[in-house]
Every structure is written in C-alpha cells, then in structure tokens.
C-alpha cells in the first residue's frame, strides 16, 4: 500500500492550494481517508476525511467552510482543496488510510494503519 501526497507549495494569504492523495495497493472507495497537518514543534492535528463507502466528509473547525476534501473512484485519489489559506495554515500535509467500507469517520491518527509522506504547504503573510 502507498499513498502520495503532492500539490503543496508557496502561497500568499487569501491563496488556494489543491492536495492530492494517490493510493495505490487500496481501493480509496471502500477506505477512510483523512488529511492530517503538522507544524514545527506541534503535534499532528486532523484536518479532514472522507468516510470509505458513501463518502461522508467531517472538517476541523479550524478548516471548515475554506476546505474541501472529495474522492475520485477513478483515479483512486482523494483531493483537499484549500482556500482563503492563513498563515495558520502552514505546516506539512499528510494524508492517511484506513479500511472502513461501513462509512465511519476517524481523527485520531492512530486510527490509520497507511500513512503517506507529506507536502509542505506554506502560507506567507
């Protein structure tokens, strides 16, 4: 199982970013699939899933209302499009998976077994 997180980059307040999630090994279809985001010298928070089967979404409140996560079945990826990004907003993005066809949502990290390598999102005031 892998999962590559890419889209990061450099932007300015206000900006959009759109991360991407590509799974291989696993059908994304039937997975709970969150974003987690880590700054320096903080633990990983949860930022937001999409629940395996019908694809319920749940938000950090930090988050809610400027992102949106979505799943594509046929490339196997799950998106985070973000905008009206803050400084705040500036810290590694990792996204994760679990087996979950039964529709939960999860936001504790340790409740996902598959685990991708971040991208630095950086957000300049």
């Known amino acids: 199982v892998q999962l590559q997180a890419s889209g990061g980059g450099l932007v300015q307040a206000g900006g959009s970013l759109r991360l991407s999630c590509a799974a291989s090994?696993?059908?994304?279809?039937?997975?709970?699939v969150a974003w987690f985001r880590q700054s320096p010298g903080k633990e990983r928070d949860f930022v937001a899933d999409?629940?395996?089967?019908?694809?319920?979404?749940f938000y950090a409140d930090s988050v809610k209302g400027r992102f949106t996560i979505s799943r594509d079945n046929a490339k196997n990826t799950v998106s985070l499009q973000m905008s009206t990004l803050e400084p705040e907003d500036t810290a590694v993005y990792y996204c994760?998976?679990?087996?979950?066809?039964?529709?939960?949502?999860?936001?504790?990290?340790?409740?996902?077994?598959?685990r991708g390598q971040g991208t630095q999102v950086t957000v300049s005031s």
């Open positions: 994760a998976a679990r087996y979950a066809p039964w529709g939960a949502s999860y936001s504790d990290t340790d409740d996902y077994p598959y």
């Open positions: 090994g696993l059908n994304v279809r039937w997975f709970s």
């Open positions: 999409i629940s395996g089967s019908g694809g319920r979404t």
